[in-house]
């Protein structure tokens, strides 16, 4: 049996997603208090916790952490988030161990239906990312290969705030190239995103601007709801498309553009992540003769995104997410 732990004060909201849950087939097990829930953990033995972030006595903040020292419970916060305030606070969840921040899937309108849905993909992701048999072996490389790149090109989904937090504070700055974030992300949290990755990691990072050029030491966010790619003049093109959610950008396109644009000139990671985007197009930089990463399952949040990548044989270094920074900086040099 699919096993939730689900904690939150608000007895209507608990109510309302253990209801929403059962009705998927997952055995939810509600508490309203977070300390009651983490003394029954090793009873219950969840596969996955959805916790909310504001409540009495103990925050939602504050059981995650105690959670990632204890034990590897994948983590998903949903809460209330009505502010762009109170979303860039809940990134504070990120930086102890939540998988995914999302809002509370409430009403009964075309908002809240996309929430729902979106809240229920990323269940299913997780459960999915759990049952799958491991079959690749960490931390194998082909050998690096030192170049004139002229671009780092970083793909991630679902855990890819946290890989790229922990990326991105350990790369020097100014670093040498221009850096291209190609993070799903849903709308009104590229901003948020943006803002809690700047001030983290003391880079200069901005949301993609159209017609905008690459330059050195700068960091670039794909924006919410559109797909980029990169002429060969190194100009960004933006293109709107109707998928919402995690589902954009398309980092598949993306990596495609950049093989044709850049050919052997990008350096590519591709990091956690639900689904298989992002692989094809890493081994269409691959081919093309730019250097290949994914990120080993050792600590991959999810590592449905870079498995498949693998498989397909793309990825020409294997590495856990704490060497990739530093992978990084031997081939920029």
């Not at 939602?60 to 606070?89: A, N, Q």
């Amino acid at each position: 049996m699919k096993k939730i732990l689900l904690v939150d004060d608000s007895q209507t909201a608990l109510t309302f997603m253990s209801a929403l849950l059962k009705s998927k087939g997952y055995e939810v097990h509600a508490f309203s208090a977070p300390q009651e829930a983490l003394d029954a953990i090793s009873k219950i033995n969840p596969q996955l916790v959805v916790v909310d972030i504001v409540m009495p006595k103990m925050n939602g903040f504050e059981m995650i952490k105690r959670l990632s020292t204890t034990s590897h419970i994948p983590t998903i916060v949903v809460s209330s988030l009505y502010t762009d305030e109170d979303k860039y606070k809940a990134t504070q969840a990120y930086e102890v161990g939540a998988l995914a921040i999302l809002e509370k899937p409430l009403g009964n309108d075309a908002r809240a239906e996309k929430l729902r849905e979106q809240f229920l993909k990323i269940v299913a992701a997780v459960f999915e990312d759990i049952e799958r048999k491991p079959q690749i072996q960490n931390g194998s490389s082909k050998g690096s290969k030192e170049g004139s790149y002229e671009l780092l090109a970083i793909g991630a989904s679902l855990g890819g705030p946290n890989a790229l937090h922990a990326i991105l504070t350990q790369l020097s700055t100014p670093f040498p190239l221009p850096i291209l974030i190609l993070q799903h992300v849903g709308e009104g949290y590229d901003r948020i995103l943006v803002e809690w990755l700047a001030k983290s990691s003391k880079m200069s990072i901005e949301l993609a601007q159209d017609g905008a050029t690459l330059e050195k030491g700068r960091c670039y966010l794909s924006p919410a709801g559109k797909n980029l790619t990169v002429s060969k003049s190194k100009k960004i093109q933006l293109t709107e498309i109707e998928k919402v959610g995690l589902a954009t950008p398309n980092i598949n396109s993306s990596f495609e553009s950049l093989a044709q644009s850049l050919q052997n000139k990008c350096l590519a990671v591709l990091l956690t992540g639900m689904g298989s985007d992002g692989a094809r197009g890493l081994k269409k930089l691959q081919e093309a003769g730019s250097y290949t990463i994914a990120q080993a399952e050792e600590g991959c949040l999810m590592f449905s995104m870079p498995a498949e990548a693998i498989k397909l044989g793309a990825a020409q270094a294997i590495h856990p997410l704490h060497q990739i920074a530093e992978e990084i900086s031997k081939l920029v040099g």
